[in-house]
């Protein structure tokens, strides 16, 4: 009988290719540089994860700002709303960038990235009590983790790295946590000049990067920046149709009001749907060849994510006013989802569309499409659902001229002869 111990084993014939042996991975590793044009670079499932957590915060503050609103406090939610989605955005934003550069993947990276999340969950738990009662130490505390545990990561750069790049990581590492002292104000200022703290150190982080990365840029991926961001808007995308879905099954419960949320309910959905088309109709990762298109871009969407979360909050405040629980006019309802609306569409035609457009036709498409839903709002109640049907109309149109326009870049590379008569 043939044993069948793997010592009596045959082996391979001559020339047979062996598999090299798994590389085993050490629980900590040095926190390198990854090559930015490395292959099939995506986002890793901590990642998603991280998102996921950042979307409970973005929740909580679009509840706030439907409080708000509704109550008839709209300047001062928004205010309110503004500083912590920009918290928010921002703790997310740099994660993200240096997860693009530094993911080593190591136990030390994932315990950190995951202290990181604890601290959004902190800041999310005190999102009620910034925007009811001013007190912003829930808030403060949760973003100071976050920018600890960022902090800490930064000297472990550091501490693997040398020369400009050891220069670069340690100068984001004091940068931010010179801002978080800063950040104090929110607790010993009196209410009047928080607002006035945020115009001064909001564009003191926003510095940190561009100081930092002025001699060493980091080695960030453009198609994984890319996903990272299209993964987040998606995500603060359906919040906003979760957010609408449940304000519209309250009034269908409590009121029975079919007739008057069915236009909200159709124009929401439309507006959700074209938001998501206009954003993804273009490959954005090829517009991203410098530090300085890249920074551009990024902090762009700090407009982008905080009008798309704020028109699931609008949907709900035209809600609740079309069954009689919020305390503002059907015009002011009618805003509250059709400005954040216009600036969505503003904003992401100013990041994305417009690099893709040839001909003044093609780039009106979307600033057109925002000036008519801003003109929309005064319809009353039926301004959601006229907003709705121009956004579905601009994605016709602006789908349409983008398929012509590639249709006619193809046949130029295949005949040149042929497509200048067809453009003639």
């Known amino acids: 009988m043939t044993s069948s111990t793997p010592s009596s084993a045959a082996p391979p014939p001559p020339g047979t290719p062996v598999s090299p042996a798994p590389t085993r991975l050490k629980p900590l590793r040095s926190?390198?540089?990854?090559?930015?044009?490395?292959?099939?670079?995506?986002?890793?499932?901590?990642?998603?994860?991280?998102?996921?957590?950042?979307?409970?915060?973005?929740?909580?503050?679009?509840?706030?700002?439907?409080?708000?609103?509704?109550?008839?406090?709209?300047g001062e939610g928004i205010l309110n709303y503004a500083m912590v989605f920009f918290a928010i955005w921002w703790a997310w934003m740099n994660f993200t960038w240096f997860a693009s550069a530094y993911?080593?993947?190591?136990?030390?990276?994932?315990?950190?990235?995951?202290?990181?999340?604890?601290?959004?969950?902190v800041l999310a738990a005190g999102i009620s009590r910034a925007f009811e009662d001013h007190e912003f130490v829930a808030v403060w505390l949760g973003y100071a983790i976050m920018r600890f545990a960022l902090s800490l990561q930064w000297l472990r750069v550091a501490w693997s790295a040398e020369g400009?790049?050891?220069?670069?990581?340690?100068?984001?590492?004091?940068?931010?946590?010179?801002?978080?002292?800063?950040?104090?104000?929110?607790?010993?200022?009196?209410?009047?000049?928080?607002?006035?703290?945020?115009?001064?150190?909001?564009?003191?982080?926003?510095?940190?990067?561009?100081?930092?990365?002025?001699?060493?840029?980091?080695?960030?991926?453009?198609?994984?920046?890319?996903?990272?961001?299209?993964?987040?808007?998606?995500?603060v995308?359906?919040?906003?149709?979760?957010?609408?879905?449940?304000?519209?099954?309250?009034?269908?419960?409590?009121?029975?009001?079919?007739?008057?949320?069915?236009?909200?309910?159709?124009?929401?959905?439309?507006?959700?749907?074209?938001?998501?088309?206009?954003?993804?109709?273009?490959?954005?990762?090829?517009?991203?060849?410098?530090?300085?298109?890249?920074?551009?871009?990024?902090?762009?969407?700090?407009?982008?994510?905080?009008?798309?979360?704020?028109?699931?909050?609008?949907?709900?405040?035209?809600?609740?006013?079309?069954?009689g629980e919020a305390h503002i006019s059907t015009l002011a309802a009618s805003a509250a989802?059709?400005?954040?609306?216009?600036?969505?569409?503003?904003?992401?035609?100013?990041?994305h569309a417009r690099h893709f457009k040839v001909g003044l036709a093609q780039q009106l498409v979307l600033p057109v499409a925002a000036l008519l839903v801003i003109c929309s709002t005064l319809l009353g109640e039926w301004a959601v659902l006229t907003a709705g049907l121009v956004l579905a109309l601009a994605v016709a149109v602006a789908t349409g001229t983008t398929l012509t326009a590639r249709l006619v870049a193809r046949e130029s590379r295949e005949s040149p002869g042929r497509a200048s008569s067809a453009v003639m």
Not at 103 to 121: E, H, K, P, S, W
Not at 262 to 268: E, K, N, S
Not at 337 to 351: E, H, Q, S
């Open 31 to 74: 926190l390198t540089a990854r090559r930015k044009g490395e292959t099939h670079r995506v986002a890793s499932p901590l990642e998603l994860f991280f998102d996921l957590c950042f979307v409970v915060a973005i929740a909580q503050a679009g509840i706030q700002l439907v409080h708000a609103v509704a109550e008839s406090h709209a």
């Open 103 to 121: 993911d080593n993947d190591d136990v030390l990276y994932r315990i950190v990235t995951l202290v990181q999340i604890a601290g959004v969950l």
């Open 164 to 235: 400009a790049e050891r220069t670069m990581a340690l100068r984001y590492a004091a940068g931010v946590l010179i801002c978080q002292i800063g950040w104090l104000g929110l607790l010993i200022l009196p209410e009047d000049g928080r607002a006035w703290l945020f115009l001064v150190m909001a564009p003191l982080e926003m510095c940190v990067p561009v100081y930092a990365e002025k001699e060493h840029p980091t080695s960030w991926h453009p198609h994984h920046i890319a996903e990272r961001y299209g993964l987040f808007t998606i995500i």
């Open 237 to 323: 995308l359906g919040e906003t149709i979760a957010a609408a879905t449940v304000a519209v099954k309250s009034g269908i419960d409590e009121n029975d009001a079919l007739g008057e949320l069915l236009p909200i309910a159709v124009g929401g959905l439309l507006i959700v749907f074209a938001a998501w088309w206009i954003y993804f109709v273009v490959p954005i990762h090829g517009h991203l060849r410098s530090s300085r298109q890249a920074f551009l871009w990024g902090y762009g969407h700090y407009v982008v994510f905080a009008s798309a979360a704020a028109i699931g909050a609008g949907l709900e405040v035209a809600v609740e006013q079309a069954v």
């Open 337 to 351: 989802v059709t400005l954040p609306t216009a600036l969505y569409l503003l904003a992401v035609w100013i990041l």
